[in-house]
């Protein structure tokens, strides 16, 4: 019989598991059948698994309970807010908090829209003789446990408003932990390293406040704009809740978090903000979004990926987006497009083809404009394409990618101007440019500007036959933002600017899907602008500029797929040796495949075919729920891995990785989601093996992972039994 090495599932213990009584137990709990799950792993480092029970089939859904806490809470602090005397906002005129005197204002509360994915709400308070008006965008999600709000102030008068400061789209104190004890997980932003969208509890220690916030003006560099607290609570299913936060803000945005007696007190905030407004101006908030939960913090965060996947994010033809091949030559042939021409575009698509490689898309990046100096980062404000390398257009590029069904992706940086280019004349000589001696801003905050950047790259896209528009950002923009706030705004109006390049920046994206029918890759200098606004107009398909090392990215697909279902990067060739283990690390919902198939190598394009169509077969599996099996780790001695779950096809994956440095043989993993009664056969997709187990037994004493090899990657496919 042959041996089967890869999975050991405690076969003796599973088989005798009815006879034990502390192995694993059945019980009944608050009127609900629950799996107990004794794993033994508790605290920081298992968080995600710091639970009494399996999350079964039976408990992934949001409960009745989670969706009637969001309900009562959007009520308590936005939609009766005047009647309990409670605001779930605050800002202050001159001083004087509006929390302290909104009860004395005309509060109107309209339904303007409902539908099966939610109700929305606006609501105003007017009062008379006060030039502001505040009116407030309010949704109650059907589909999620989850409530939002954005918040503006508007000047309807005819004269300067009060100096506006302590503009927080969230302030209120949350939590009811009998032993107020709490905690606070964050993520860490796009920060060009291995720890790039790392998970980290947080404890309240001493009294110091916990603080979550932008970078120079982009929102997930430092800290991604999402964050979780959680506590114990007996009342509350499995004895825990919490609440996840969302800061929808894609500029210098601020959260702080303080424990008090009375639970954890939250501001969140534009973080610097001290203005008045003229007559027809409006700020905005953050959009806040909340999501209510019980049980596990793992399944909370599910429960906001496939929210935030299936109802927010852009639909490509009405349909959620699938899993994505790209390729290019810009990396082996081409120095990213300085080098690049039509004909050696359309022949790197055409070599790729016949070699039957499957994508779906074909990158073309930064350079394909004319260049100054010969690079293109001295070229950005130079938006034609060089005539001498392309002609009057990139269509007879994109012409052909159509023919064979295949999009195309192309990089812009509009934001950011520099020296000698024909935007810098441009803009200089309108005004429209925030001037700085290495280079420039354009200036979003007026409208002109946006006007202008609209129609123009509405005629871009189309003369070039652009499918996916890819916006870069490569630059702090705060340092421009508080430029034009002294130069152009004058005295007591900080952070205007910002506010009205940000509502700006947002209108600009709206203008690309309404009018130009482009999706947008969020490029942002590698997961830059993560936040949800951006989100729910773009994708991140390339999220961090640290990428291809195995190690680098293992760690940042574990944490980004906490809060953002859908990134993407790239993977590059190696060795025949290390390439399964490299591109499998690198798998993600979209991943560009950079291989020199120019050079002929024939082994190359053998190896990069099966890669390649090793992701076209199991990438759908990244759409599902997501359960780390391991803790987060960077080290070359530490496995790490994951499990993928489609609910709907009772179906999944298993990635796990064993690293050069480890001495480590088998690592013993807990999944989630699964039928406990269902017999589930796993297989080994390189050999082949497979065994079969319940669900029960897969929860409840897990399967043990063996890797005698140096270096490997497996992938273990689950189904039910036929």
């Not at 309990?84 to 005197?101: I, M, R």
């Not at 905050?445 to 916006?471: H, P, T």
Request: aromatic share 14%; glycine share 8%.
């Amino acid at each position: 019989m042959k041996k089967k090495r890869f999975i050991s599932a405690l076969l003796l213990a599973c088989i005798l598991l009815p006879l034990f009584t502390g192995c694993a137990r059945q019980f009944w709990d608050a009127g609900q059948y629950d799996i107990a799950l004794n794993t033994g792993l508790e605290g920081d480092s298992y968080y995600y698994i710091d639970r009494d029970y399996a999350i079964d089939a039976t408990q992934v859904e949001a409960t009745e309970a989670e969706y009637a806490k969001a309900e009562a809470y959007i009520k308590e602090q936005i939609l009766e807010s005047s009647d309990a005397n409670t605001l779930g906002f605050d800002f202050a005129v001159d001083g004087k908090l509006f929390s302290e005197v909104f009860t004395e204002y005309e509060r109107n509360v309209e339904e303007v829209a409902s539908d099966d994915i939610m109700t929305e709400w606006e609501v105003t308070y007017k009062k008379p003789g006060e030039v502001l008006e505040v009116s407030i965008k309010a949704v109650l999600y059907k589909v999620a446990p989850v409530c939002e709000w954005t918040v503006w102030i508007e000047n309807t008068g005819d004269a300067n408003s009060g100096i506006i400061t302590d503009f927080s789209g969230y302030k209120a104190t949350i939590g009811n932990a009998g032993n107020n004890v709490y905690d606070v997980l964050g993520w860490g932003g796009g920060r060009d390293a291995t720890v790039s969208f790392k998970p980290e509890v947080r404890h309240f220690t001493d009294g110091r406040a916990i603080e979550f916030n932008g970078s120079n003006g982009r929102p997930s560099v430092r800290w991604a704009p999402y964050y979780n607290v959680y506590w114990e609570n007996e009342e509350a299913s499995w004895g825990k809740e919490g609440i996840f936060f969302s800061v929808g803000w894609t500029g210098q945005w601020k959260s702080s978090l303080t424990q008090t007696e009375n639970g954890v007190k939250i501001d969140t905030r534009q973080e610097y903000l001290e203005t008045y407004l003229k007559p027809g101006e409006s700020i905005r908030s953050a959009r806040m979004t909340l999501l209510f939960w019980e049980k596990d913090i793992t399944r909370a965060q599910n429960i906001w990926t496939r929210f935030l996947y299936n109802y927010i994010q852009p639909k490509e033809d009405g349909e959620t987006l699938e899993t994505r091949q790209q390729m290019n030559n810009n990396v082996y042939v081409t120095n990213l497009m300085e080098d690049a021409t039509t004909d050696n575009q359309v022949i790197g698509i055409k070599l790729r083809l016949a070699n039957g490689l499957p994508f779906d898309s074909w990158q073309m990046d930064a350079g394909w404009s004319v260049l100054f100096g010969g690079n293109w980062w001295s070229s950005v404000g130079n938006w034609t394409p060089d005539p001498e390398r392309f002609g009057e257009s990139l269509k007879g590029i994109s012409d052909v990618a159509h023919e064979y069904g295949i999009e195309t992706v192309l990089w812009y940086e509009p934001e950011r101007i520099a020296n000698y280019t024909d935007w810098k004349e441009e803009f200089m000589d309108k005004g429209w440019l925030i001037y700085s001696e290495a280079q420039s801003c354009i200036d979003l905050a007026n409208d002109e500007v946006l006007d202008y950047l609209c129609n123009f790259m509405k005629n871009s896209l189309e003369i070039n036959g652009v499918d996916w528009y890819r916006q870069d950002c490569n630059f702090d923009l705060l340092p421009y933002w508080k430029i034009r706030d002294a130069e152009t705004e004058g005295e007591n109006r900080t952070g205007i600017t910002e506010n009205k390049y940000i509502v700006n920046y947002y209108k600009y994206y709206d203008f690309l899907i309404e009018e130009c029918g482009v999706m947008i890759d969020s490029c942002a200098s590698g997961g830059k602008r993560l936040d949800l606004e951006t989100q729910s107009r773009s994708y991140p398909l390339w999220r961090d500029d640290n990428c291809n090392d195995p190690i680098v990215t293992q760690c940042q697909t574990y944490g980004i797929n906490m809060f953002a279902p859908y990134s993407g990067q790239s993977t590059v060739e190696t060795s025949s040796a290390s390439m399964k283990y490299v591109s499998r690390s690198n798998f993600m919902q979209c991943t560009n495949f950079v291989y020199n198939i120019e050079s002929g190598d024939q082994a190359l394009i053998a190896s990069a075919k099966n890669v390649m169509e090793e992701h076209v077969k199991y990438s759908p599996y990244f759409l599902g729920d997501y359960y780390p099996l391991t803790e987060w780790s960077d080290t070359a001695e530490k496995w790490i891995g994951w499990q993928w779950h489609l609910r709907d096809e009772n179906t999944g994956i298993i990635q796990m990785f064993k690293r050069q440095g480890s001495t480590q043989t088998s690592q013993l993993c807990y999944l989630s989601g699964l039928e406990k009664d269902t017999v589930y056969v796993l297989t080994d997709i390189d050999t082949g093996d497979s065994i079969e187990l319940t669900g029960y037994q897969l929860m409840t004493s897990g399967i043990t992972i063996h890797i005698d090899s140096l270096q490997d990657a497996k992938i273990i496919e689950y189904a039910p039994k036929a």
